[in-house]
């Protein structure tokens, strides 16, 4: 089992990313997806996740309007698109995988298998 997360980097406030985690060695189709995030010194945080159709997702309030989780179940990938990045977002944002195809909670445990993380740094 492999989720590979790619696409994080330094941008400006205001910018936008998009985080892309491919996967790998398990049935992608009938898992759910979601996206953490850990700063330097904090707890981890969840982010969004999305069902493994996509028909359901779920957006943290902190970047709610700002930040939206998406896949690609042909391309066993997920995104995170981020828009209107502020600095409190500079992270390394893990994505993660649930065997509970319709789970879109925030509680880590519920999660099975995790990527390596990837480093977004947002300043001027």
């Known amino acids: 089992v492999q989720l590979q997360a790619s696409g994080g980097g330094l941008v400006q406030p205001g910018g936008s990313l998009r985080l892309s985690c491919a996967a790998s060695g398990f049935t992608f189709s009938v898992y759910a997806m979601s996206w953490f995030r850990q700063a330097p010194g904090k707890e981890r945080e969840f982010v969004a996740a999305?069902?493994?159709?996509?028909?359901?997702?779920n957006t943290a309030d902190s970047v709610k309007g700002r930040f939206t989780v998406s896949r690609d179940n042909n391309k066993n990938t997920v995104y995170l698109q981020m828009n209107s990045l502020k600095p409190e977002d500079t992270a390394v944002y893990y994505c993660?995988?649930?065997?509970?195809?319709?789970?879109?909670?925030?509680?880590?445990?519920?999660?099975?298998?995790w990527g390596q993380g990837t480093l977004v740094t947002v300043s001027s």
């Open positions: 993660a995988a649930t065997s509970g195809g319709f789970y879109i909670g925030n509680v880590p445990a519920m999660y099975t298998y």
């Open positions: 999305i069902s493994r159709s996509g028909g359901s997702t």
